[in-house]
């Protein structure tokens, strides 16, 4: 009980969900494993044919193609999707972009798409987002950081960083919004096979299929944790490894990493 800082969902069965990112991975299995559930899903992302092929004709999916990226969507789409539902009960924000450089190798225009995506388009909904639910007066909102975000790691240069400001985030709606009665889950994954690490050239430690984590998320929002993050032992050893002062903990990660 510890570890429940959210309200439990006991059951998932007409819970109005909206999964931004729904079209491939982490998002895809989610956006299944809670149709399964009985939930009444909204499936956000750029490519509506794939996001057809993720609802598979489900009665209780709605799908809803948008790209995050677009000019003052947000209010239009908030609006819609609200109004499609009848409400909100839980906002999944699990679209990412993924960028692997090294510091000798810094590429700024994607530095800043990775920021823009990542970051920037999320303060985006949540300007409208927040105000929405405070209004209805209940509701959650999910945000994907990585453990990448724990502490600095090989060519996380750029993606580890979004990821750090998300959890920083997360823990500041959190703090602000949890006594106002807005459930609030900060999700953070390890290495998953999706599209985005299909590139990675280097063996990744505790690799997940994106239906693993799916349950993993659905799971740890169920008991109403803050913080979901998988896969456990990998994870958990990041995490202490993160809290050792700085000349133990880069001296762990050069003799692990090689670098």
Do not use: C
């Not at 809670?34 to 909204?42: C, F, N, Y």
């Amino acid at each position: 009980m510890m570890f429940d800082l959210n309200p439990r969902v006991e059951d998932w069965r007409g819970r109005r969900v909206w999964i931004v990112g729904a079209s491939s991975g982490i998002g895809a299995a989610t956006a299944q494993r809670l149709l399964k559930e009985g939930a009444r899903v909204v499936l956000s992302a750029r490519r509506p044919e794939q996001l057809a092929e993720v609802a598979a004709g489900h009665a209780n999916a709605i799908l809803y193609p948008m790209d995050v990226m677009g000019d003052d969507i947000w209010p239009r789409a908030i609006q819609e999707v609200s109004d499609k539902l009848g409400g909100l009960d839980l906002v999944m924000f699990l679209a990412g972009r993924y960028d692997a450089q090294h510091s000798w190798e810094i590429d700024a225009e994607a530095v800043q798409k990775s920021f823009d995506l990542n970051v920037v388009s999320l303060y985006r909904a949540l300007a409208t987002l927040v105000p929405a639910l405070l209004k209805q007066g209940s509701g959650g909102i999910a945000i994907t950081g990585s453990i990448s975000g724990y502490t600095g790691l090989p060519k996380a240069l750029v993606y580890g960083a979004t990821k750090a400001a998300l959890i920083n985030l997360a823990e500041s709606l959190y703090f602000e919004l949890a006594p106002k009665g807005l459930s609030i889950y900060l999700i953070n994954p390890g290495f998953v096979e999706t599209p985005m690490t299909a590139a990675n050239d280097f063996k990744m430690p505790g690799l997940m299929k994106p239906p693993a984590a799916a349950d993993a998320i659905v799971e740890g929002i169920s008991r109403g944790r803050f913080e979901i993050r998988f896969p456990r032992s990998f994870a958990g050893g990041l995490r202490v490894l993160s809290r050792l002062p700085y000349l133990l903990r880069f001296s762990i990660l050069h003799r692990t990493t090689g670098l």
